[in-house]
């Protein structure tokens, strides 16, 4: 007699573009760990976010979600529910899967929290975020809990925001914490990095990369040489997901 396969509990990352992701690879080590035989998590690489319909009818078994770029924003509408300080912020990163529906959640904000705040300085009284997208939505939101007043930076700026090329010194000096949500330098265009003047960069300064793939990119390269602090989004990263399979793993109620 053949023994019935176990069916899989099956996690995942939405996203476009996402080889790069760290995701897949953390969650598989932690299954293994745990010895959670039957847990797994893949890749779910949508070209656009009207696949995420299809995505949900093609795969039994999906417990929950994370969800990263370009997505965080525009998958909102595909939700039931929307928790509080998500709806917030306007931005989810990951999905619970319950008795109610799909519920977004955002586990970037405490990520970026617990990772920032060991190595913030007393002159870090101002930040520059880089980029408008749905991270620098959980960025800001984390910033304003600190009382740390921010401007955002954007190639195409609206409304109270810079554009890369009207940073002056008086802006580079003034903002002490830059932290980039852009996709700049991430692997494999490791070779890019947001348009800043870095020649104004200097030891007051401390420089976040939301990018830890690669490890060291140009932006944080740039800020280390100059005398910055400088840290990448790994350990950001690794707690977002700590807080991500906590909330999978909350009683439906």
């Known amino acids: 007699m053949v023994k019935a396969e176990k069916k899989k509990i099956k996690y995942g990352l939405v996203g476009k573009n996402i080889a790069y992701s760290f995701s897949r690879s953390y969650f598989t080590s932690k299954f293994r760990k745990m010895g959670l035989e039957d847990h797994v998590y893949e890749n779910f690489d949508l070209k656009n976010i009207e696949e995420f319909s299809l995505l949900l009818n093609s795969h039994d078994g999906l417990c929950g979600l994370n969800v990263t770029t370009p997505y965080k924003e525009v998958i909102m509408p595909f939700l039931d529910e929307i928790e509080p300080k998500a709806s917030e912020i306007g931005a989810i990163n990951t999905i619970q899967f319950t008795s109610r529906g799909l519920i977004g959640h955002n586990t970037?904000?405490?990520?970026?929290?617990?990772?920032?705040?060991?190595?913030?300085?007393?002159?870090?009284?101002?930040?520059?975020?880089?980029?408008?997208?749905?991270?620098?939505?959980?960025?800001?939101?984390?910033?304003?809990?600190?009382?740390?007043?921010?401007?955002?930076?954007?190639?195409?700026?609206?409304?109270?925001?810079?554009?890369?090329?009207?940073?002056?010194?008086?802006?580079?000096?003034?903002?002490?914490?830059?932290?980039?949500?852009?996709?700049?330098?991430?692997?494999?265009?490791?070779?890019?990095?947001?348009?800043?003047p870095y020649h104004l960069l200097g030891e007051r300064h401390f420089l976040f990369d939301l990018i830890y793939n690669p490890e060291e990119t140009l932006f944080l390269k740039e800020g280390r040489q100059r005398g910055a602090r400088v840290l990448n989004g790994q350990s950001m990263l690794e707690l977002q997901a700590e807080k991500a399979w906590e909330i999978w793993n909350m009683p439906d109620s």
């Open 108 to 196: 970037d904000v405490f990520g970026f929290k617990e990772a920032i705040s060991t190595m913030l300085q007393p002159q870090d009284k101002k930040a520059l975020i880089l980029g408008t997208g749905g991270a620098s939505k959980a960025v800001a939101y984390v910033l304003g809990q600190l009382g740390i007043e921010y401007r955002f930076v954007s190639r195409t700026p609206g409304p109270d925001q810079l554009n890369y090329r009207d940073l002056k010194s008086e802006h580079m000096g003034a903002h002490t914490l830059v932290v980039n949500c852009t996709p700049l330098g991430t692997s494999p265009n490791t070779n890019q990095k947001p348009p800043l």
